[in-house]
């Protein structure tokens, strides 16, 4: 526990102007982030007695071993820093809102030819139109099914249209008159358009005008004793307000409004948002947040405002919002609603008649919401809790392990060997913190020099970052003596030439490289492998342990706990012990372990087989330098298939438009010193395939199943670890 007067800046040093500030633990992570119109005296306010200081703000001082400041001009541009740091450094002290589920919406890509009408989560894309969010999918759909009738817009995926497009034959929805069918060209591009456009219109709320012009339609089929027609359309408008009567009008002037209602404790808040549009409510959402600070109402409600329209721009964010108390200060807050939505927004809070009492329902389904999670969280945190008691107990551990790290080996028959890790911190998956393992220190099939070489590499790896960023002193290794560690140079770099990491990773869960220190000490962000678990787990028994230790001895490492699991009787085996622990089958710790072990089993399997499908793919026109997948195809079709290419001359590769004499000859060069493909397998019938029917890939063309040479046929009959 750091002493906050160690780090507290002079008075003269901080300056009396809007700015935002970050502090940062001894890791130079970034812990927490915050504005103010005076930093002076906002950061003063850190440092007075403990004692006087919010529980939680005292934890996260005393956690802080630093504090930074960024000064800006004006409250907004503090406001939109602040948003842009809480995104990118995820500070573990500020109100950070869970969304309770990934909320659906109803999406119209007007960005396509052919606009289509499809239920869409996740994030919003440019020149799509969205209307929502809904609560459930099957809620859309309902609507959609019955707009369709008087919309008859595209809802096909691109491969089914497509597929009617080349057949000349619509799907079933084209038939029975809920599809234009534009794939099969009963309607223009322009005309489907415009039914996009109009079903856009009615969901926007422009209702009114649509039905009164059906109904003018109606009458004068009727007139003119067209009575098939005038029920077809009697039949649509029925459809059209059956589906208005899913959104009940509550706001009787056609209100745009997004309406937040907030419920709180001492430890959590709730917040449950209403999306009003056309006077109807179009959608609902809400989020739940542990108070890891002393926040107020008000607080909470800017946290919902910024996670809520930080990516938002244009008709996303409503001329008005109604929210149950005000940010203190507010201009800086509306201007910065105002600047999202390119025009006035009102923010305020409703004191009388029918918007006070729809802000009374959606405070009800507030209280409702966090009601409902503290019901779930708590058994949750106890059930967690006594997990890691209980592990820490059964390892003898001093604490609990609130960082736990596993490892597991996948391979298939001594093919593509990989490692994974998976992160639980708190009894919970910390997916960001994942990483993968390419096995490259020797060829073969061995769990436990595998095992030992993704932990040294894991943990050289860790040691090279706390001496980089000096947490280490005098050129000391962790074993105290002074000398370089085997392999690493005193700068951090392997002795063998390549900078630390660069042998060992394919990427990490978020796409990133492993190779290289892409996180530097001063932006803040976590960086790879910079923070120790408490507990280490392998998948594995005795051998896979004690290789485990093994590593951490050599680097010189002895704080760090190790144990195994093995899969046969779920036995938890320590180093240097002959026999297992054996923890009930009741047991929540041996219950938290198994998850840990099977994510990590889950996490090296996937990444196994994404390598072995990549080298199944493989093709010997991919060793050809320079030719690229267009001229690999166009030699493909020019000849027919691989061994056709083979055997043909030189001269005859030429012929083929776009490839020269020299790359025709690295062309015969790369056929002629690769082996001829074992025969294909069409896994559909499994039947032979003559070479003919092999692509360029090596695999066939004749079935829409995804096809296997016969080797990897073989293969897949071994058994994946």
């Given at each position: 526990m750091a002493d906050p007067s160690s780090y507290r800046p002079k008075p003269g040093q901080i300056p009396d102007s809007p700015g935002v500030y970050k502090f940062r633990d001894e890791h130079r992570r970034v812990i927490y982030v915050g504005k103010a119109k005076s930093l002076r005296q906002r950061l003063a306010s850190y440092f007075q007695d403990l004692a006087g200081l919010h529980p939680r703000t005292r934890t996260m001082v005393t956690t802080a071993a630093s504090v930074e400041w960024t000064v800006v001009s004006t409250e907004v541009e503090a406001l939109q820093l602040e948003y842009s740091w809480i995104k990118e450094f995820d500070p573990r002290f500020n109100v950070k809102y869970r969304d309770d589920k990934s909320y659906p919406y109803l999406a119209v890509t007007m960005n396509e030819e052919f606009p289509r009408v499809q239920v869409m989560r996740g994030h919003?894309?440019?020149?799509?139109?969205?209307?929502?969010?809904?609560?459930?999918?099957?809620?859309?759909?309902?609507?959609?099914?019955?707009?369709?009738?008087?919309?008859?817009?595209?809802t096909c995926s691109a491969g089914v249209f497509k597929n009617a497009a080349?057949?000349?034959?619509?799907?079933l929805l084209g038939y029975i008159g809920k599809c234009s069918a534009p794939c099969v060209g009963r309607v223009s591009a322009e005309e489907h358009r415009e039914l996009a456009e109009e079903f856009c219109d009615f969901m926007a709320g422009r209702t009114g005008t649509y039905i009164r012009r059906l109904e003018q339609r109606m009458t004068d089929a009727a007139e003119e004793m067209e009575y098939e027609r005038a029920a077809r359309l009697r039949d649509d408008i029925e459809a059209l307000k059956k589906a208005m009567e899913k959104n009940a009008v509550v706001l009787a002037d056609a209100t745009d409004a997004d309406l937040m209602a907030v419920a709180e404790d001492e430890l959590e808040a709730a917040?449950?948002?209403?999306?009003?549009?056309?006077?109807?409510?179009?959608?609902?959402?809400?989020?739940?947040?542990?108070?890891?600070?002393?926040?107020?109402?008000?607080?909470?409600?800017?946290?919902?405002?910024?996670?809520?329209y930080g990516e938002e721009t244009g008709d996303s964010v409503p001329k008005e919002v109604l929210v149950p108390a005000l940010p203190d200060p507010v201009e800086p807050v509306q201007e910065w609603l105002t600047e999202r939505r390119g025009s006035n927004v009102s923010l305020r809070i409703p004191q009388r008649g029918d918007k006070k009492a729809l802000m009374e329902t959606v405070q009800r389904n507030a209280l409702q919401a966090l009601g409902l999670h503290?019901?779930?969280?708590?058994?949750?945190?106890?059930?967690?809790?006594?997990?890691?008691?209980?592990?820490?107990?059964?390892?003898?551990?001093?604490?609990?392990?609130l960082r736990i790290e596993c490892y597991d080996i996948s391979h298939l028959q001594g093919d593509d060997v990989v490692a994974s890790m998976v992160v639980f911190e708190d009894g919970l998956q910390r997916k960001s913190e994942y990483r993968r393992f390419q096995?490259?220190?020797?060829?073969?099939?061995?769990?436990?020099?595998?095992?030992?070489?993704?932990?040294?590499?894991?943990?050289?790896?860790?040691?090279?970052e706390k001496e980089r960023t000096g947490e280490w002193t005098n050129g000391e290794n962790a074993s105290g003596d002074g000398a370089p560690r085997d392999g690493v140079s005193a700068d951090g770099t392997s002795t063998e030439g390549a900078p630390l990491?660069?042998?060992?990773?394919?990427?990490?869960?978020?796409?990133?490289?492993?190779?290289?220190?892409?996180?530097?000490?001063?932006?803040?962000r976590p960086k790879r492998f910079a923070y120790p678990p408490q507990l280490v787990v392998v998948d594995g028994g005795q051998p896979q342990v004690a290789a485990a230790k093994r590593a951490l001895d050599e680097l010189g490492i002895d704080d760090i706990?190790?144990?195994?699991?093995?899969?046969?009787?779920?036995?938890?085996?320590?180093?240097?012990?002959?026999?297992?622990?054996?923890?009930?089958?009741?047991?929540?710790?041996?219950?938290?372990?198994?998850?840990?072990?099977?994510?990590?089993?889950?996490?090296?399997?996937?990444?196994?087989?994404?390598?072995?499908?990549?080298?199944?793919?493989a093709s010997p026109l991919d060793e050809v330098p320079g030719l690229g997948e267009t001229r690999k195809q166009a030699l493909i079709?020019?000849?027919?298939?691989?061994?056709?290419?083979?055997?043909?001359?030189?001269?005859?590769?030429?012929?083929?438009?776009?490839?020269?004499?020299?790359?025709?000859?690295a062309v015969a060069v790369a056929l002629a010193q690769a082996a001829p493909a074992a025969p294909a397998v069409n896994t559909a019938t499994g039947e032979i395939m003559e070479d003919e029917e092999v692509g360029a890939s090596g695999t066939t063309t004749g079935s829409p199943e995804e096809p296997v040479t016969a080797g990897a046929s073989h293969e897949r009959r071994g058994q994946e670890t």
């Amino acid at each position: 526990m750091a002493d906050p007067s160690s780090y507290r800046p002079k008075p003269g040093q901080i300056p009396d102007s809007p700015g935002v500030y970050k502090f940062r633990d001894e890791h130079r992570r970034v812990i927490y982030v915050g504005k103010a119109k005076s930093l002076r005296q906002r950061l003063a306010s850190y440092f007075q007695d403990l004692a006087g200081l919010h529980p939680r703000t005292r934890t996260m001082v005393t956690t802080a071993a630093s504090v930074e400041w960024t000064v800006v001009s004006t409250e907004v541009e503090a406001l939109q820093l602040e948003y842009s740091w809480i995104k990118e450094f995820d500070p573990r002290f500020n109100v950070k809102y869970r969304d309770d589920k990934s909320y659906p919406y109803l999406a119209v890509t007007m960005n396509e030819e052919f606009p289509r009408v499809q239920v869409m989560r996740g994030h919003k894309r440019k020149g799509v139109r969205y209307f929502g969010p809904y609560g459930h999918a099957w809620a859309i759909r309902d609507t959609v099914d019955l707009l369709l009738r008087v919309f008859p817009v595209r809802t096909c995926s691109a491969g089914v249209f497509k597929n009617a497009a080349r057949t000349g034959r619509p799907c079933l929805l084209g038939y029975i008159g809920k599809c234009s069918a534009p794939c099969v060209g009963r309607v223009s591009a322009e005309e489907h358009r415009e039914l996009a456009e109009e079903f856009c219109d009615f969901m926007a709320g422009r209702t009114g005008t649509y039905i009164r012009r059906l109904e003018q339609r109606m009458t004068d089929a009727a007139e003119e004793m067209e009575y098939e027609r005038a029920a077809r359309l009697r039949d649509d408008i029925e459809a059209l307000k059956k589906a208005m009567e899913k959104n009940a009008v509550v706001l009787a002037d056609a209100t745009d409004a997004d309406l937040m209602a907030v419920a709180e404790d001492e430890l959590e808040a709730a917040v449950q948002i209403f999306h009003v549009r056309g006077g109807r409510v179009r959608g609902q959402r809400g989020w739940v947040t542990d108070k890891v600070e002393a926040v107020t109402t008000g607080d909470l409600v800017e946290h919902a405002l910024q996670q809520l329209y930080g990516e938002e721009t244009g008709d996303s964010v409503p001329k008005e919002v109604l929210v149950p108390a005000l940010p203190d200060p507010v201009e800086p807050v509306q201007e910065w609603l105002t600047e999202r939505r390119g025009s006035n927004v009102s923010l305020r809070i409703p004191q009388r008649g029918d918007k006070k009492a729809l802000m009374e329902t959606v405070q009800r389904n507030a209280l409702q919401a966090l009601g409902l999670h503290k019901t779930k969280r708590a058994s949750d945190l106890t059930t967690r809790s006594r997990a890691l008691e209980e592990i820490a107990g059964a390892l003898d551990l001093d604490s609990a392990p609130l960082r736990i790290e596993c490892y597991d080996i996948s391979h298939l028959q001594g093919d593509d060997v990989v490692a994974s890790m998976v992160v639980f911190e708190d009894g919970l998956q910390r997916k960001s913190e994942y990483r993968r393992f390419q096995i490259k220190g020797f060829e073969g099939q061995d769990d436990v020099r595998s095992m030992h070489e993704v932990i040294t590499r894991r943990f050289r790896r860790y040691l090279a970052e706390k001496e980089r960023t000096g947490e280490w002193t005098n050129g000391e290794n962790a074993s105290g003596d002074g000398a370089p560690r085997d392999g690493v140079s005193a700068d951090g770099t392997s002795t063998e030439g390549a900078p630390l990491g660069n042998a060992a990773l394919e990427g990490d869960t978020t796409g990133n490289a492993f190779a290289g220190n892409a996180f530097t000490e001063e932006d803040g962000r976590p960086k790879r492998f910079a923070y120790p678990p408490q507990l280490v787990v392998v998948d594995g028994g005795q051998p896979q342990v004690a290789a485990a230790k093994r590593a951490l001895d050599e680097l010189g490492i002895d704080d760090i706990a190790v144990c195994g699991l093995a899969k046969r009787l779920e036995e938890v085996w320590l180093p240097h012990e002959d026999d297992p622990v054996v923890l009930p089958r009741t047991s929540e710790g041996l219950y938290l372990l198994q998850r840990v072990r099977d994510e990590a089993h889950r996490f090296a399997i996937t990444y196994q087989r994404t390598k072995r499908a990549k080298r199944f793919k493989a093709s010997p026109l991919d060793e050809v330098p320079g030719l690229g997948e267009t001229r690999k195809q166009a030699l493909i079709k020019h000849f027919g298939s691989v061994k056709k290419l083979r055997s043909a001359t030189i001269d005859q590769i030429c012929e083929v438009p776009g490839i020269g004499r020299k790359t025709a000859e690295a062309v015969a060069v790369a056929l002629a010193q690769a082996a001829p493909a074992a025969p294909a397998v069409n896994t559909a019938t499994g039947e032979i395939m003559e070479d003919e029917e092999v692509g360029a890939s090596g695999t066939t063309t004749g079935s829409p199943e995804e096809p296997v040479t016969a080797g990897a046929s073989h293969e897949r009959r071994g058994q994946e670890t």
